[in-house]
């Protein structure tokens, strides 16, 4: 990709919509958009991004593809820091297809993903951070997420690993000061100073490598596993969570026979709840399956919600289940709350002590919120997400902050040791190069290309 190159695309979602925005962007842009655009008043000139009603023209068959707005946006102070034209037309299929044909017919090239994202870094306006949230904040269901992707394209990321870096270079610039002049009386930081440095900058980075489990869950939310015997309400619990009638509820007890999964969005968290078959010994071969399926959609949860019938005597199923759920981090609903109690709340603390109890009942819609709070509890430890602290919510970021941690950790032993400056300075030199892959002062083409091929055409 070269910026000599002029680019085009349909910004705006395809389909049917009041307006549809196609950008084209290079040092073609203008002479182009000014050749398609006929202005339905006289212009000698046109301003930098004031917007021109007329119509879009094509000359080879003189027909008129549509009316539409037009602004001429001048670089180095737009999206891609180049020359930008934007035309709204018609938003349906039509109208968009026929004048971006016309577009590529006077040799322009189709963008590629995220092309005008990919200009806007390499020329400087953007860093990698920033590009990333720009995909996240064009791709999220969830308000956390967004709100996140926002601090991010803010720039908030990326002056924290600058100030890393920053003092990393410090920290460098002293070793190879003392390699340098090894005899020489100088003013340099000794070792354990040093050492200090670098300590404070592996406290930073734990803090952003820590953040990551909540980035994580704002990211892919929470999958939430519903357990429980046969006939508990476990697929009542699912569609008063969801709030519609997704998951078939009979008096039958083996009702669902395959895990089912639906997302909610509690407090900002996805959270993705499995509804499954109830588990019992069971001799129907579907049933079978249905209850394996459990088990391993239990092994992969996050949190297990089990549900227990207290209307009913503790059965051994129960504290089967109740076993089973006991490495993940879960909740005991104790559900038809409404009937009359036949079981031992006692034989449930016992068995589970550690674990929080909610009643419900999922037919009266009774204890729901106590249910939510407890969950959204479980979920974040009770802690409110900050909204000025940064979160990583990328896993390439976190991959280099840990890979980041791990040599700033061998120098850190170093400078303890009061080993060479030489070893010491070559891991801060490598701490330095992964910092500058996140944000991309040192990302090779192929990282920069991984970043890019995931966004969509038109951004
Ligand atoms: N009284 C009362 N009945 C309930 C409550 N929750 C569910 N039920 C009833 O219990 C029966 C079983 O409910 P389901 O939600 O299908 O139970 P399930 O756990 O999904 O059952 P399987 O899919 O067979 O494992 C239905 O008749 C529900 O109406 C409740 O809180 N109170
Ligand atoms: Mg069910």
New binding site residues.
Partial sequence: MSSEDTVAALSTPPGEGGIGIIRISGPKSFEIGKKLFFSSREITNFKNRKLYHGYIFDRRNNKTLDEVLITFMKGPYTYTCEDIVEIHCHGGMIPVREILQLIFSLGIRPSEPGEFTKRAFLNGRLDLTQAEAVMDLISTKTQNLKDVAMKQISGKLKEEISHLRTELITVLSNLEAKIDFPDEEIDVEDMSSLKERVSYIRKSLYELIESFNKGKIIREGVKTVIV?R????????LNILLGEER??????????RDTLEEVINLDGIPLRII?T??IRESTDKVEQIGVKRTRDSMEEADIVLV?LDS?QELKDEDKKILNMARDKPSLIVL?????EKEFHEGTVNELAPDIRKVK?????KEGIDQLEKYISELVFGGEVMETDEIVITNERHYNSLKKTDNVLASAENGLEAYISEDLVSVDIKEGLEILGEITGESAGEDVIDEVFNNFCIGK
Avoid: R, W, Y
């Fill in positions: 429980g046969p006939n508990v309400g476990k697929s009542s619990l998951a078939i509820v009979t008096e039958i007890p083996g009702t669902t509804d078959a109830g549900v209307s559900n038809k709350a409404d009937l419900v009942s999922a037919l009266k």
